[in-house]
């Protein structure tokens, strides 16, 4: 059957089969939004046990001692944190509340890393109650966690954030330079207060290239902590593993392509010809890359398996003569499958010079991450009970806040067999930053509740009736 609404040109999203069965169902769909509201957040956590097998294979091919902390921003729910704990993988935690609720559900200290980017003291002291390993970005931030450590007279894990020296790599506003963690550990005396267990890194974008590099040079840095009687056992390559939404490679390609011919002031492909940052046929690097050739295992196996100019000796290698651990935090790339947004439609209109409008019971913050749009074309549900008629159309989808650009997706979307009130709309895979990172409730207008399938039902996530302190 053709799909009831379809980009211009379409971006056709992988679907899971709990996803398929659940928009295959309209009158489940309805019932859960009856119920729950608009929009609704679904999710379904068994894909990420194949998302962890695949990166586990990968590093058990290499015969490399690996564990695998979900980074907890990626999605809010507890749910996510249940299975990622019940497939053996730690969470990687980056607030005082993401650790607090991790350690009320009972996840154990030892299973979870703090890596938050700016560290209250109410946090590091709740880490360090807990036995959990920080990640530690600057010097301020490492003297004000050795004043509690000292306090509290107990010796407190760390993990020295690497800020890469090397050229190729960008700078980054993260850690310190190898240099200046050596020079810091020899002019402070931690030996009573903390304990460097590992070295702790996360790049922008998604080279396994770049993680080479600084894998390498993470190692470099735990021979010279060696050399000085520190006893560093990991290195921890944080999140940015790779994953594709969409099957079809040409899809993407040609989306691009049809967007850089698209003349100046034409809206058949994307609200005022938007062009999402691209300057040519080239995705745009203001959007995430929705097909991306190498994902996850094969991704890591390219790195475990990178070897640096001139050498013979391959990363995996180089971890196993030392003995150190490889960890990783990957967010998107395990919640891949695992979620998506259902809204219903409030009313189709046209703008004021006759361009249809699919208004939505959302706002634009509900289906979005922090780059230029959300590239996946929804999923049209026809409801039984929406009232008038419906007619072959094309149209943007517009939200709930009261600005001009409060476009839901910037694309504009065909409907075949037409669209009309009551109708719903389904986005899928969303649970990877998709649908949390940025939700707002802006107008007070309540953000989204979350749902997870719980045996045959779908369960309330705890998630939303957590009061935050
Ligand atoms: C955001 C982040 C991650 C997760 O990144 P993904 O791209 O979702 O895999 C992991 N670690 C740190 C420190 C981060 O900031």
């Not at 056709?12 to 295959?24: F, I, N």
């Not at 944190?81 to 497939?87: R, T």
């Not at 890194?201 to 600084?214: D, K, M, P, W």
């Not at 971890?319 to 919640?335: D, F, H, N, W, Y």
Request: charged share 25%.
């Amino acid at each position: 059957m053709p799909p009831l609404m379809h980009g211009t040109v379409p971006l056709t999203a992988r679907l899971e089969p709990w996803m398929e069965r659940l928009v295959g169902d309209p009158v489940l769909c309805q019932e859960l939004i009856e119920e729950h509201g608009s929009p609704l957040n679904l999710h379904d956590f068994s894909p990420m046990s194949r998302n962890i097998a695949e990166l586990r294979d990968a590093a058990a091919a290499h015969e490399v001692d690996f564990q695998i902390y979900l980074a907890r921003k990626a999605n809010k729910t507890l749910g996510a944190i249940d299975q990622a704990i019940a497939e053996g993988c730690g969470i990687d935690v980056a607030s005082f509340n993401e650790l607090d609720q991790c350690l009320k559900r009972g996840v154990p200290g030892d299973r979870l890393i703090v890596t938050a980017a700016v560290k209250s003291l109410a946090l590091l002291r709740l880490a360090v109650d807990h036995g959990v390993v920080l990640s530690l970005d600057n010097v301020d931030e490492a003297l004000d966690l050795q004043e509690i450590a000292a306090e509290t007279g107990k010796r407190v894990s760390i993990a020295l954030r690497l800020a890469s020296s090397n050229k190729s790599i960008a700078p980054t506003r993260f850690g310190m330079r190898a240099e200046q963690w050596l020079s810091f550990l020899e002019e402070t005396d931690l030996s009573e207060t903390l304990e460097v267990s590992g070295i702790h890194f996360h790049l922008n974008g998604y080279s396994a290239e770049q993680r080479a590099i600084v894998l390498r040079e993470s190692l470099e840095l735990i021979d010279a902590l060696r050399e000085r009687s520190h006893k560093p056992e990991f290195v921890d390559i944080g999140g940015g593993i790779p994953m594709s939404y969409l099957d079809d490679a040409q899809q993407w390609t040609d989306f691009w392509q049809a967007l850089a011919e698209l003349p100046e002031g034409d809206e058949s492909l994307t609200w005022k010809s938007d062009r999402l940052g691209a300057t040519g046929a080239t995705p745009s690097g203001a959007v995430y890359p929705y097909h991306q050739k190498l994902i996850r295992g094969e991704w890591l196996g390219k790195v475990l398996e990178s070897t640096a100019d001139g050498e013979e000796q391959t990363v995996a290698t180089m971890l196993k003569e030392r003995g150190v651990q490889l960890r990783c935090e990957p967010g998107r790339s395990l919640l891949d499958g695992c979620g998506l947004t259902l809204a219903e439609v409030a009313f189709t209109k046209t703008r004021s010079d006759g361009l249809p409008l699919v208004g939505l019971h959302m706002n634009r913050t509900q289906c979005r991450s922090t780059s230029a749009d959300y590239l996946l074309d929804p999923i049209l549900i026809h409801s039984q009970r929406s009232r008038g008629e419906r007619k072959e159309s094309s149209a943007f989808l517009v939200g709930a806040y009261c600005i001009e650009e409060e476009l839901i997706l910037r694309r504009h979307f065909e409907f075949p067999g037409g669209v009309t009130k009551g109708d719903l709309v389904a986005f899928p895979n969303t649970g990877g930053y998709l649908m949390h990172i940025i939700e707002s409730a802006s107008h007070q207008l309540p953000l989204a509740n979350n749902l997870r399938r719980g045996g045959q039902r779908w369960v309330r996530d705890d998630i939303d009736s957590m009061i935050l302190s």
